[in-house]
């Protein structure tokens, strides 16, 4: 942490700001009905526990590590795996008065506000140290002792209060741009849809048709698969020996409505490759279809350069070049209209298949090769713009990603709101720096505990105490 800290801060420990908790034993009200949080509770987006989410039992059945008594403005932070960031602020409403012993529960005292803590907590700069404390291969976990022990950044507490309400005023800023972000994928994959459908109905060409005299309303010649094609193959139906190294074997995981992806690929062997070629080797140009399992009905064009066999669940397709360009077949094959014969074929089926004859049946538009060229360039342009909108997209997503932790450092440096030394200057006023916050919470404490000395106190479920009869 850094030792330049703004005018009226200063740093201190966790244990410094927060109350200790002790530990309860429900069992001990057998009748008592408990509501009770574990993590799987812990709504991470919204720093928050889903009520929803809130287990209830009898004391007598409390389970062995619902131990952690909880009220309102308490802090969970999850002492296993540490960096998912399972920290939650226990809303007034919430019905739960115990969460897991895997918690350690940060309970404010009056020189730090809850949400100021609270996204202190959720820093990289707390997590991140905090991980490094976690011991344990199969379930890293961290412990009380040294959550307590960590070192936090304490402002006045009239500049905590501001801090909090910029915080959350830019923070909800940012989610709402990344809902917005969240929504443009779907948009994309609909305007691909569209544009696909237009360009293999002829709309996309109508003015082109238009311009050299043609009738934009004549529809398009129709045609089986089978007959625009040379030749149409079915994959062999036997697994393939997998090797580490060898020649490329293509599984439907690379298929894409954009194009193959063999960024990651698996291999096999010269002799299973020449085997799996042996009634047709794919070329360039050629169109590879899956016709079988979860990724189904997606058709791709072989690239130059591409020298690959064909694993299973997949069919090859080389396109006769006096009338149909494979590169337009493609578009056919993964348009709406073709989806949809696929899904009436397939119906519900658990697993679904199509059958090569229904798929040498598919219709499909034959118009001049003129007007497919046509069509390839417009329709290479219109997803060319949508490939670069989902490149600027990806590059927004991970910005606004980082934002939530940028906007906490600089909240946690003094440098989002003005400090209260420099706004009590401006006023010509004093303020109450953090330090001496800290100083008269430990005269309190040391008078409170000089009170209470000698008087017994026993401590119910809840975490309050009560005197001893």
Known sequence: MSDDLPEGWVETTMAAVTERVASVKPEAEPRRDFGYVDISAIDKRTASVN?????RFKGADAPSRARRPIRADDILFSNVRTNLRNVA?????????????????????????????LRWVLTDEFTDVISETQTGTHYP???????????????????????VEKVETLLADVNHARDRLAKVPLILKRFRQSVVAAACSGKLTEEWRVQRGADPEAPWPVSSLAAVCRVVVDCPHSTPKWATAGEICLRTTNFFVT???????????????????ARLTPTAGDVVYSREGGILGIACVIPEGLRACLGQRMMLMRSDAARMRPQFLA???NSPSTLAVVRELTGGTASPHLNVG????????????????????????????????????????????????????????GDLVPTEASLARADGRDFEPASAMLQRLAASASQASGESRGRGRTRRPDGSRGARS
């Not at 976990?141 to 801090?163: G, N």
């Open 51 to 55: 009520p929803d989410d809130v287990r």
């Open 89 to 117: 602020l226990i809303a007034s409403s919430l019905p739960a008065q115990l969460c897991s012993t895997g918690f350690t529960v940060l309970r404010p005292t009056a020189v730090v506000l809850p949400e100021y803590l």
């Open 141 to 163: 976990a961290t412990s009380d002792s040294q959550v307590l022990a960590q070192p936090v950044r304490l402002a006045p507490l009239a500049e905590q209060k501001r801090i």
């Open 259 to 277: 194009g193959l992806d063999v960024r990651e690929v698996r291999y096999v062997s010269g002799q299973t490759y020449r085997q799996r070629v």
């Open 331 to 333: 578009h056919v094959l």
């Open 358 to 413: 229904d798929i040498k049946e598919f219709s499909v538009p034959v118009p001049p090769l003129d007007e497919q060229d046509e069509v390839l360039v417009r329709l290479g342009r219109l997803l060319g713009l949508a490939e670069a909108i989902e490149k600027r997209l990806g590059t927004a997503a991970r910005m606004a990603a980082g934002l939530p932790q940028t906007l906490l450092a600089k909240a946690f440096s």
